[in-house]
């Protein structure tokens, strides 16, 4: 019976085997060997393989959620400068029309007296 494995599962089994050799664990070393080792309980052990697992799935989910959100800051990007352009035409109509020099000389018009120290 032949087993067929995946590109990914023939790398992570060849990493595991350097692994394995360079931390000089025994070459048959079973799920407990390798926690105990890493001072992990078993249990904690399956939690981060079970996370490994499912790393494919939530690489995709992953991949979607940054391809939306690259198009959402592209959209972004593009009515920030419509947005831009349009103050900047704003500030010119300011400066055309003197709006600018009215406002700035009403600026301490509201300000309240300060009373002298004593």
């Known amino acids: 019976m032949e087993k067929q494995f995946s590109a990914d599962e023939v790398a992570i089994l060849i990493r595991a085997r350097k692994i394995i050799k360079e931390k000089g664990l025994p070459k048959d070393i079973d ?57 900047a035409g704003h500030k010119a109509k300011w400066v055309i029309y003197g709006v600018d020099k009215l406002l700035a000389g009403k600026k301490n018009t509201l300000e309240v007296p300060k009373k002298p120290a004593r």
């Open 31 to 87: 799920v407990s060997g390798i926690c105990d080792a890493a001072g992990v309980s078993r249990k904690t052990g399956y939690e981060w393989e079970s996370r490994l697992g499912k790393s494919d799935e939530q690489l995709a989910v992953l991949q979607r959620e940054h391809d939306e959100l690259k198009g959402k800051h592209a959209d972004l990007t593009a009515l920030y400068k419509d947005v831009r352009f349009e103050n």
